[in-house]
């Protein structure tokens, strides 16, 4: 018996006894390579063979996402994405919009790949593995112009709001215990309470806080770095390759200039030139970063994390730091 094996489509001829068999062609398949891939909870091949990152994201939610009036996409989170996408290997990315605490799900149910819309890690999202932090930022502290208070020892029987985030509302709980009382608002405009002197202040996550204050001429932020928090990538559980590439990928933006360039375009806010009065200072010179101005001025660049504890209060990232910008310095130590 011979087979002849015709162009895709066509009916293959055996011959049998002398006698011509049609035989129909194989039915096509059921579903891609990337379906089946997906189907067998491996979302990073899926990914990779449908070449489209699937990223769940809440619509118009500036810093991190928005689409400009030109209908231009762009935001942090959405430029970060592209780069993510782009070190797994796959060409483009592809938004799900949905409501922030539905966006879990859409991981979970197979709908998006990964999301990523100011998530802090939470374990209590059943199904949901992170990924290492892709913004390391801290809550702020925002009050009217012309307020007393300047730091959280102020805040002693003041009345605090919060954007109803479990993460803040826990912080404040766990740091600020003299307060009046805490209220807690959703939606965006939010900080109207603080500017209808509702609340005497509002402590809100830096990265939104910077975008939303714009519409508040009467606010301001007087301190950053309140804490220690970082935003990560969500993704469904038992995906280890998954999560090793994001990182991976993470790790190599951050090393970028093209990250701190990000960062300046999309959160920047200008540090504080003023100083208390007797502090040692440095201006920061082109070219200068924290680790060049530790091993100059410290004698060891490690020594960076000393000159960032005297200045996060005013700066709320390091990659904001800019030519011309007054650092507060340790003072020199007395001779004995």
Not at 257 to 272: E, M
Not at 300 to 325: C, M, T, V
Request: charged share 25%; aromatic share 10%.
């Amino acid at each position: 018996m011979r087979k002849f094996i015709w162009p895709c489509g066509v009916a293959l001829l055996c011959f049998a006894a002398g006698v011509a068999v049609a035989v129909p062609p194989p039915p096509p398949p059921t579903s891609d390579a990337s379906s089946v891939a997906a189907e067998a909870g491996n979302v990073l091949k899926a990914a990779q063979q449908a070449g489209v990152l699937r990223v769940a994201t809440e619509p118009d939610f500036p810093p991190l996402y928005w689409v400009d009036e030109a209908g231009k996409e762009q935001g942090f989170e959405y430029e970060l994405a592209q780069r993510i996408a782009k070190e797994l290997g796959i060409p483009k990315v592809e938004l799900v919009e949905g409501d922030y605490d539905k966006l879990p799900s859409l991981a979970t149910e197979g709908k998006a790949d990964i999301f990523m819309a100011g998530y802090v890690p939470d374990n209590s999202i059943e199904g949901v593995s992170w990924s290492d932090s892709y913004l390391d930022f801290g809550l702020c502290l925002i009050v009217p112009k012309g307020s007393p208070v300047k730091t959280i020892k102020q805040l002693k029987g003041k009345t605090i709001g919060a954007y109803e985030d479990p993460a803040a509302t826990r912080w404040i709980d766990e740091n600020i215990a003299n307060r009046k009382a805490v209220k807690t608002y959703m939606g965006p405009g939010w900080l109207f309470h603080v500017d209808n002197r509702e609340v005497d202040a509002a402590i809100y996550d830096y990265p939104l806080a910077v975008e939303e204050i714009k519409a508040f001429k009467r606010l301001q932020i007087v301190s950053f770095n309140l804490n220690k928090s970082s935003y990560a990538v969500g993704f469904k559980a038992g995906n280890p390759d998954l999560q090793q590439a994001i990182n991976t990928a993470i790790k190599t933006i951050e090393a970028s200039d093209d990250y701190a360039g990000l960062i300046k375009r999309y959160l920047p806010f200008k540090i504080s030139q003023e100083v208390p009065e007797g502090s040692a200072t440095y201006t920061i010179q082109a070219g200068d970063t924290l680790g060049k101005i530790a091993t100059e001025k410290l004698g060891s660049p490690a020594s960076w994390e000393i000159i960032w504890d005297l200045n996060k209060h005013r700066i709320p990232n390091p990659n904001l730091l800019d030519k011309g910008d007054v650092l507060i310095m340790p003072k020199a130590k007395e001779p004995l």
